[in-house]
Every structure is written in structure tokens, then in C-alpha cells.
């Protein structure tokens, strides 16, 4: 099956510095890419999504890179705020099932 | 449009015993997924339906665990006899049934076996 591994576990930037997190799956049918945002007690929510057709993709702050070669994706958040500070999961799926990373704890420092 | 309920939001049990949550996916929403989140770790899929037909349950462990979703709207998971790892908090998740589609979850059930 899938496996999806993420780094750092942990990440703590200052306020206004860029954060990038990093992960490989290793099944190289799967086609689509969700970066999910989880603030604490809460729920996983979608934060932005690549397809394998697509090398990058941006949304204001937020941009994803995909190397489908080299089997990897990267989460890029420039100007970080302190709401960034939460816990960022990758996923990896090929039809509907996700597999997930284990998590990269967020800390953006004021 | 409301989102994934479920409900309780929490649950104390005593290993052995059995518990059941529930789920009501966003109207409309053809699949469904549970997954368990362990304090620390990401979410892991335990089944996923489509309408009311199974779809994937690799990772269900199935002598203990079961799920059903009945006429393909709300769906229930069961733990009997719950063990003291399955302390986790229980994710509901529903999505459109194309591949690739958003996954919305639910607040979760905080499960914790004493």
C-alpha cells in the first residue's frame, strides 16, 4: 500500500519568515495531493490541493510544488502569521483513498 | 450547507466494553470514510463506503471493529471489546464520489479507553 513520510516533525519560524514542509509517498499511481490544517481539539481542514498533472500550485500565502519523478511534495507558507501555528498533514491517494503523513507541528512565533 | 456530524463528542470506557458512534455525512455526499487519529499522528483510514456498499476496509481490524452505513446516509462504528489502544479520537469524513474530490471531516469522537 501507500506510505507517506513528512518533515520536519516539528518547525518553529518567526513571524513573517516562510515555512516548507516536505514529504514522499512511495506509490507512484497516486494522482492527487491535499494538504490538510489541524488547529488543536480540531477538525482536519483543506488547506489547498495539487493533482498529478500540475507541478505547482499557488493560493496567496500557500504554494505546492509536486516532483512526481523524484516522488515528493512540498507545502511552502511565505509571511507567516501567528494563526499559521497549528499541525499540517500531507496525503497521498490514488481514487478516493488517502493515506496520511504523520504531521508537522507548525510554531510561528510574533 | 451544514458540515459532518458526529456524535458523542466524547467517551470514557472501560477496556472490554463496547461503544458506537455515529455519523451523518453533508447531504449529498456519496462517500464516506472513518478514520482513527492517534494523539500525535495523522489519520488512518478504517474503512471508506460508497452509498452503502464497502468500498475499502483493509485496515479495519474486523474482530473487533465494524461499520455499516445503512440505506447510504448515516453510518455507525462499533468497538467490541474495546482494547486500551484504541484510545484515539474517531474521524467521519464524507466526500463527492469522483476521485480526487475534498474530503470534509467531522469534529470527531475523543475516545478514551481506561
Known amino acids: 500500500g501507500e506510505n507517506v513520510e513528512q518533515h520536519p516533525s516539528t518547525l518553529s519560524v518567526q513571524e513573517g519568515d516562510s515555512a516548507v514542509i516536505k514529504c514522499t509517498y512511495s506509490?507512484?499511481?497516486?494522482?492527487?495531493f491535499p494538504w490538510y490544517k489541524q488547529e488543536l481539539g480540531k477538525r482536519p481542514q483543506l488547506i489547498i490541493d495539487?493533482?498529478?498533472?500540475?507541478g505547482e500550485k499557488k493560493d496567496q500565502r500557500i504554494a505546492v510544488t509536486l516532483n512526481k519523478t523524484a516522488k515528493h511534495f512540498s507545502l511552502h507558507i511565505t509571511e507567516t502569521q501567528p494563526e499559521d501555528s497549528a499541525v499540517y498533514f500531507c496525503a497521498a491517494s490514488k481514487g478516493n483513498m488517502l493515506t496520511f503523513g504523520g504531521g508537522t507541528r507548525l510554531m510561528v512565533k510574533p | 450547507e451544514a458540515g459532518v456530524a458526529q456524535s458523542p463528542r466524547y467517551k470514557i470506557i472501560e477496556k472490554r466494553q463496547s461503544v458506537a458512534f455515529w455519523c451523518n455525512p453533508i447531504?449529498?455526499?456519496?462517500?464516506l470514510y472513518w478514520y482513527q487519529q492517534i494523539l500525535g499522528q495523522g489519520p488512518k483510514l478504517l474503512i471508506q463506503f460508497q452509498n452503502n456498499g464497502v468500498v475499502d476496509d483493509s485496515q479495519l481490524p474486523k474482530d473487533r471493529f465494524s461499520a455499516e452505513r445503512l440505506k447510504g446516509v448515516d453510518s455507525t462504528l462499533k468497538i467490541q471489546p474495546a482494547k486500551l489502544e484504541d484510545s484515539a479520537v474517531y474521524l467521519c469524513?464524507?466526500?463527492?464520489?469522483?476521485?480526487?474530490?475534498?474530503?470534509?471531516f467531522g469534529p470527531g469522537t475523543r475516545l478514551t479507553v481506561t
Open positions: 469524513a464524507s466526500s463527492l464520489v469522483a476521485a480526487g474530490r475534498e474530503q470534509y
Open positions: 447531504s449529498g455526499h456519496a462517500t
Open positions: 495539487i493533482r498529478s498533472n500540475v
Open positions: 506509490d507512484s499511481a497516486s494522482n492527487y
